[in-house]
């Protein structure tokens, strides 16, 4: 076996790198849902995906999908990054698990391709599932690329979810880059020292072995981690910070959203 | 099997979240109560680790790739509390930071991959694994089976999700409004990939981190006690009396509002006598809630044989004595709750004297 399983996981590492940096990039840049409050956004938006969700009607989500394009733009998110990282992963995915659907759900045929033949039903159920998926995954890489980690992290605290689980979410965001910068140096070294190929045992040894390393090396970082907290006073109560300040513009902004997912869960019934 | 957004109707979702967040309360709950002060720390890192094996691509026989979830190892190593929380919080991250995975089905993503994942991976590694040493071939064997188990497990029941949506959300010309596959076609198509692909990849992960960690930190497959060691791990948790009173006060209000039940118009589905099929009102409503499906024109044989086995004490919730409905739902949820709770009781006190002979042993 040759090393690909080396390069896929070196490639998948490098994606989710270059989508966390990206995403910092667009957060810091002027735009729509920039200028709003976290609280905002991460409502406003959950709103909107939630609307998608209860929609019933085709053209409603349809509706809703442009109003996430240009959500998108206006908050300087790039269509190019949309359609490579969104909107072509989901076609190909949902489209793939769609597409059986067109002959398989009974109903009027409008389109006969004997044995088969494609029913109204199918092609609604397909098209209704290929664009609510994409509406909710633009909207949900919408509001993760406008807006950095810790003010969403914030936002959930605000939102009354419990400190402890908000800490976990924060140290593990923290130390997911760590660990991928970790394994990322280790399938490097051990591709650096390969020669030939693998048989296929040989290369899921490799897999293995590098994931025991990298449990070993985590379950020491938690220690480390621990006694750090510990040496700065930790002993089992959560402070956080919350210091968001609500201004007119971001409850115009809390208002349009809501009013916008209302009307088009209302319309789309 | 990371559900994304808009596969799942909204009320399957809501149901999904709430189980998902019962689990995660009973798992924070317990966890807590071993780990103490460690568990931020330890189940933060561990999540973070579970992310990126996540990512890693898992040769398989065969020349091709897949990717596992680590859900064998963290019930191995964290148990299965301690994994619910780590995969969970994985899975979160994945969804709220990287937009993978919807927010709208993330309470089903973790029901299956966290929750029921770590308990039928922890339930097959220790009934397999029994008592043997740390260091046997057989906890490798144990390993491979929970993790093949434990995926295809999270894949039946992701493909039972996705099964009933076109059973109970279409429109009325028959479109479905979700996943559009019925139970017969969902099953088979998502346990086709599971029971080869992702199975293998999740057994052969197991399998050899399990082998590894045999040989080079058999501390870690000891269980979650074991990490918990250190007498700073002893700190007290304050909030726990605390939360257990909160709930019986919950327990109370919800004794007290069960006389809304009464509120509910018509039968719950499924919930039908054997009179209700004689019962032409009664018919009707099964009609209506079964998508215009009529109700056979007798009292199925089955159902008729059955139902005169067991006669309930409280039949309709309330007692035949008491006359006002309300009354008779309050008494039938206090009954009904005591009942439980020593059950519960008893249950606590056998498995104490059970326990106490091994300590001192």
């Known amino acids: ?269 | 099997m990371h559900i994304p957004d808009g596969y799942l109707s909204p009320s399957t979702c809501v149901t999904l979240y709430v189980l998902a967040a019962s689990g995660w309360y009973g798992a924070l709950r317990r966890i807590k109560r071993v780990l103490t002060t460690r568990t931020i720390p330890l189940i933060s890192v561990f999540a973070a680790f579970s992310f990126v094996v996540m990512m890693f691509n898992v040769p398989l026989p065969g020349g091709t790739t897949g990717h596992a979830v680590g859900v064998a190892v963290g019930a191995i190593v964290l148990g299965p509390w301690g994994s619910i929380l780590a995969i969970s919080i994985a899975l979160a991250i994945q969804a709220l930071f990287f937009g993978d995975g919807g927010i709208t089905t993330l309470g089903a993503n973790c029901l299956n991959m966290a929750i029921i994942g770590s308990f039928v991976a922890y339930a097959v590694y220790r009934a397999i694994a029994a008592n043997s040493e740390f260091t046997s071939r057989r906890r490798v064997l144990a390993a491979a089976v929970a993790g093949y188990c434990a995926i295809n497990a999270s894949a039946f029941v992701t493909a039972i999700e996705f099964g009933i949506q076109p059973l109970l959300f279409h429109d009325s010309s028959g479109t479905p409004l979700y996943a559009p596959y019925s139970l017969g076609v969902a099953i088979p198509a998502m346990m086709l990939g599971h029971l080869t692909f992702a199975g293998l990849a999740e057994a052969a992960i197991s399998v050899g981190m399990v082998s590894f960690l045999q040989k080079t930190d058999v501390g870690l497959l000891r269980g979650v006690k074991n990490l918990a060691l250190g007498p700073e791990s002893l700190l007290p948790i304050p909030a726990y009396e605390a939360s257990q009173k909160n709930l019986w006060w919950a327990v109370a209000l919800l004794m007290v509002l069960t006389p809304l039940g009464i509120l509910a118009a018509g039968t719950a589905w499924g919930e039908w006598s054997s009179a209700d099929f004689a019962n032409a009102h009664a018919r009707a409503q099964i009609e209506a809630a079964s998508g215009n499906q009529a109700p056979p024109s007798s009292v199925p044989a089955g159902l008729q044989k059955l139902s005169s086995l067991w006669t309930a004490p409280f039949p309709g919730y309330a007692p035949r004595f008491i006359k006002s409905p309300a009354f008779g739902y309050s008494l039938s949820a206090v009954f009904g709750v005591g009942f439980l709770a020593l059950a519960a009781l008893l249950a606590r006190s056998v498995s104490r004297r059970k326990r106490q002979p091994e300590a001192r042993a």
């Not at chain 1, 002993?235 to 409850?251: H, N, P, S």
Request: with cysteine.
């Open chain 1, 1 to 269: 076996m040759t090393q690909h399983f080396i390069q896929s996981t070196l490639q998948g590492f490098t994606r989710a790198l270059s989508k966390a940096l990206l995403s910092e990039q667009v957060a810091n840049q002027p735009g729509l849902l920039q200028q709003f409050d976290p609280r905002v956004r991460l409502v406003g938006m959950l709103s909107l995906v939630i609307s998608v969700v209860l929609c019933r009607r085709l053209e409603i989500v349809a509706v809703l999908f442009v109003i996430a394009v240009v959500i998108a733009l206006a908050s300087k998110v790039s269509l190019l990054s949309l359609a490579k990282r969104v909107w072509l992963v989901v076609l190909a995915f949902t489209g793939l698990i769609a597409l059986p659907a067109l002959f398989t759900t009974p109903g009027d045929a409008i389109v006969s391709l004997r044995p088969l033949s494609i029913t109204t039903q199918g092609l609604r159920t397909a098209l209704l599932l290929i664009v609510r998926v994409e509406t909710a995954a633009t909207l949900t890489t919408v509001l993760v690329f406008s807006t950095p980690w810790t003010h969403t992290l914030k936002a959930l605290r605000s939102l009354h979810l419990p400190a402890e689980v908000v800490t976990m979410l924060a140290m593990t965001h923290r130390y997911v880059f760590l660990l991928l910068e970790t394994a990322n140096q280790m399938f490097e070294s051990r591709q650096s020292r390969t020669v030939g190929a693998l048989t296929g045992a040989e290369s899921r040894r490799v897999t293995a072995r590098t994931a025991g390393v990298l449990l070993s090396k985590s379950m020491e970082l938690s220690q480390e981690v621990y006694l750090a907290m510990l040496s700065r006073g930790f002993r089992g109560d959560i402070q956080l910070l919350t210091e968001f300040r609500m201004k007119a513009r971001d409850y115009a902004g809390l208002a349009a959203f809501l009013c916008v997912g209302c009307l088009a869960s209302w319309i789309g019934r």
